[in-house]
């Protein structure tokens, strides 16, 4: 058997490379020989270890998104902690993802000052956001851990999925954003970007919230 380690393998950005049959030990230690400062992210699933390089691109969208989110939060004065790409691991399911970005809304309060996350005792986060989420061993482990909601986005259009009964399901509305027309909105003003700029882009997506929550709010 011919063993490599990691740093012999290159991953290209926008490329992503599979490990099967890869136990829980040769997991953490994965993790730890790959660190915490590093650009690629993980998923890991019942064996499957997947490692993926994101594009420049993928990380503009991520960033936007992020971005996005954090206005909707504040302008309608919803508290919230972002934990941004941790890694969220809980080896009783042997399952593992680290999320493009990610948030704890309605259980923000149990995470103030966190500074590590045990899955056992603590709470997944409460929105997810993947960019070009296309992996069935990502949703697998985001199935897993139960995060209730995952905004995917891909192909310049925003996709929503609500975990019901332990599966995710296609939403026209977010849980968290339920009067807000999200959907339309986040992929009109992503797309947007592209022309307009970031700064632009979000100086408008701040001015339409708050029409909106001045219409119906």
Request: aromatic share 10%; glycine share 4%.
């Amino acid at each position: 058997m011919v063993t490599l380690e990691l740093r012999q393998i290159s991953v290209p950005p926008g490329h992503r490379v599979l490990f099967r049959d890869v136990n829980w030990q040769e997991f953490e230690a994965i993790l730890e020989e790959l660190g915490e400062h590093r650009a690629s992210r993980i998923a890991y699933s019942q064996g499957t270890l997947e490692i993926r390089m994101p594009l420049p691109e993928h990380e503009f969208n991520k960033e936007i998104l992020g971005d996005i989110v954090k206005i909707l939060l504040e302008e309608l004065e919803m508290d919230r902690e972002c934990f941004g790409s941790t890694t969220f691991k809980r080896k009783s399911m042997l399952q593992g993802i680290e999320p493009d970005n990610c948030f704890y809304i309605q259980n923000y309060a149990l995470m103030i000052g966190k500074k590590r996350i045990d899955l056992s005792i603590d709470p997944p986060p409460d929105l997810a956001i993947e960019v070009d989420l296309t992996s069935k061993t990502q949703l697998d482990a985001y199935e897993a851990l139960g995060v209730p909601e995952i905004w995917r986005y891909e192909n310049n259009k925003l996709m929503i999925n609500v975990l019901e009964d332990g599966k995710y399901v296609a939403s026209d509305i977010s849980p968290t954003f339920p009067n807000l027309p999200i959907i339309e909105a986040i992929s009109q003003y992503c797309e947007q970007s592209q022309t307009a700029g970031t700064s632009q882009t979000l100086r408008l997506f701040r001015k339409w919230v708050r029409e909106q929550i001045q219409m119906y709010f």
